[in-house]
């Protein structure tokens, strides 16, 4: 399995997004995006962080793609066709649900946030943790400010595990990724 990202928020998209948070509180923006804003912003989740794109490749299980598919609001998932008029390395029909396929995510800050809140938890297969877990690494080499938010959903706020599953796992900081 392989996790690339191929498109992050850069500097200048962090400054076209404080223009834009600026501009809903009715002020002129000239200066220079801090660490600390990011982080309030990211923190608060106020819609202007939906400007700030991800694209995520990934090499990845059928089965897997599957449930990052779910995802619906503020991503678009482009999957590798099985279809056997498309593709001649295995019969569609036939294929396991392991068959590798090429999923990649056009996806916004926010909802990287939520995907992660829900591909953390411990109700996630475990398949499912790994692969987010790898999303995650790869995408602080790039944005480094995300660190805080990408936690399963009972850790995301200030690290105090409070669930709303069903059924809460047991140890919710064994399934918190190692950022070292």
């Known amino acids: 399995m392989h996790v690339e990202i191929l498109r ?4 200048e998209d962090w400054e076209r997004c404080k223009m834009l ?10 200066g220079v995006v801090t660490d600390k804003w990011k982080y309030d912003i ?3 989740g106020h ?6 794109m991800l694209t995520i490749k990934m090499e990845i299980p059928y089965y897997i793609s599957t449930c990052f598919v779910r995802h ?4 678009e998932h482009y999957v590798s066709s099985q279809r056997n008029d498309r593709q001649n390395k295995y019969d569609r029909r036939k294929a396991p649900q392991d068959s590798i396929v ?7 800050a926010q909802e ?10 411990g109700q996630a297969t475990e398949e499912m943790r790994e692969i987010m877990k790898d999303i995650c690494h790869a995408v602080l080499k790039t944005n480094p400010e995300f660190k805080p938010f990408l936690r399963p959903k009972c850790l995301a ?3 105090i595990a409070k669930c709303n599953e069903f059924k809460p796992c047991k140890d919710p900081l064994g399934y918190l990724p190692d950022y070292s």
């Open 8 to 11: 992050y928020p850069t500097e």
């Open 21 to 30: 948070a600026m501009n809903t509180i009715g002020k002129q923006w000239a």
């Open 42 to 44: 990211l923190l608060a």
């Open 47 to 52: 819609g202007p962080i939906r400007t700030l």
């Open 72 to 75: 619906k609001y503020g991503v």
């Open 102 to 108: 090429t999923h990649i995510m056009d996806v916004n």
């Open 112 to 121: 990287l946030m939520q995907i992660a809140h829900m591909r953390l938890c």
């Open 157 to 159: 706020e200030n690290g």
